[in-house]
């Protein structure tokens, strides 16, 4: 069996998301395995070439791997006649730039989204990489784990009927960072450097609802800033510019209505961080990441209103698990998989996660805080170039 090294530029490996899901449960964990096998095969390989701004954690990171190649330049990385993919996991105004520099130097792209903080500079990324000619994919890693992909399978077996609504609560409480470690990057909490949990968390809503129902035609949005001074990695403090929650309600194109919250100011009662709600004529499903509960409407209870007895229905025990049926992966490291494949087999499925469905999602972020500022529902028109 022929066995092939492919060079991966990854841009960002020295923070959170970067580091935990892309290279070590992602990239070292696929070399671990052997690689992956292609319809004709080969085994590919992927050899990563770390850049970052710091060379100490470079090489940090790569002593503590095995690994060898490392640099500070990305000019150097991309360079490299190795190397036939760029990834980028850094924050989203360095992003652009970088992506636009790979696409130059001829390498196919995968990313971290949002791939752009503006409908503009996401689809100018769409134009650059058809000129081109390099494919290109974005992380979309929620319609990849094991709830949402026992969700679709209920949507392909035609479990809900007709689907009426999605309601999804998304959140958990994150310190300030004055007495507590606050849990995510300061980055995130000033607009000025592409936070934002609009801009962030709508470009998730966007693939999972078209992943469910199809896609939003129109959008209904409050982006609020909850928590107005936080304290960042030095223990300064500094005011939070960028909304830290956003409640939104989606209109799709077959008619279906998704309400979504979004927080990081929400304190957590319930099974998982992230939950979906999927109500139909014929069944209803709850997922969150891993788990996903059932309840068809011939086991549907008769609730009856009545504030004067205490509740004594079981609610939660109604519903019915959902068997996993599957061997799940992590899910970055499954889209990983996918995107490999794409741009090494002649004969490859399209990626439908690419720039131009990131550009939708980056669209509704925008429109999501348009609506918010402007207090009014607005149409979501078509996304192309």
Request: charged share 25%.
């Amino acid at each position: 069996m022929a066995v092939r090294e492919v060079g991966v530029v990854m841009n960002g490996v020295t923070g959170r998301m970067g580091y935990n899901q892309h290279l070590v449960r992602s990239i070292l964990a696929i070399r671990d395995q052997g690689g992956i096998e292609l319809a004709d095969g080969t085994r590919v390989v992927p050899d990563p070439l770390l850049v970052g701004r710091s060379e100490q954690k470079l090489r940090d990171i790569a002593d503590r791997h095995g690994l060898t190649r490392w640099t500070t330049d990305l000019d150097t990385a991309l360079s490299d006649p190795s190397t036939l993919i760029y990834f980028d996991a850094q924050t989203t105004r360095a992003r652009e730039k970088s992506v636009l520099a790979a696409i130059a130097a001829g390498r196919h792209v995968y990313c971290e989204k949002p791939t752009s903080d503006s409908v503009a500079g996401a689809l100018e990324l769409v134009r650059a990489a058809r000129e081109a000619g390099v494919k290109n994919g974005v992380v979309m890693d929620k319609v990849f784990l094991p709830g949402l992909r026992k969700l679709r399978r209920l949507i392909e077996g035609g479990f809900f009927g007709r689907i009426l609504s999605v309601r999804g609560e998304f959140g958990y409480w994150v310190f300030e960072g004055d007495w507590q470690r606050a849990q995510r990057p300061s980055w995130n909490y000033r607009v000025e450097d592409g936070g934002g949990i609009t801009l962030d968390m709508f470009c998730h809503w966007n693939y999972v609802l078209e992943a469910i129902a199809g896609r939003v035609r129109a959008v209904t949005a409050l982006s609020v800033t909850h928590i107005p001074q936080r304290w960042d990695e030095q223990g300064r403090p500094y005011d939070a510019t960028a909304d830290d929650a956003a409640y939104a309600i989606f209109e799709l194109e077959d008619g279906t209505i998704a309400q979504l919250n979004s927080s990081w100011a929400v304190r957590v009662y319930r099974d998982e961080l992230v939950e979906f709600q999927v109500d139909g004529t014929e069944g209803s499903a709850v997922a969150g990441l891993r788990n996903c509960r059932i309840q068809h409407r011939s086991t549907t209870p008769m609730p009856v209103w009545n504030p004067d007895l205490p509740v004594t229905e079981p609610f939660r025990q109604q519903w019915q698990e959902v068997p996993d049926n599957a061997v799940y992966d992590n899910g970055f490291k499954a889209e990983w998989e996918q995107f490999l494949r794409h741009v090494l087999e002649e004969d490859a499925a399209p990626f439908p996660y690419d720039f131009l469905a990131a550009a939708r999602g980056v669209q509704l972020a925008e429109l999501g805080i348009q609506s918010s500022r402007e207090g009014r529902r607005i149409e979501v028109p078509e996304v192309g170039v």
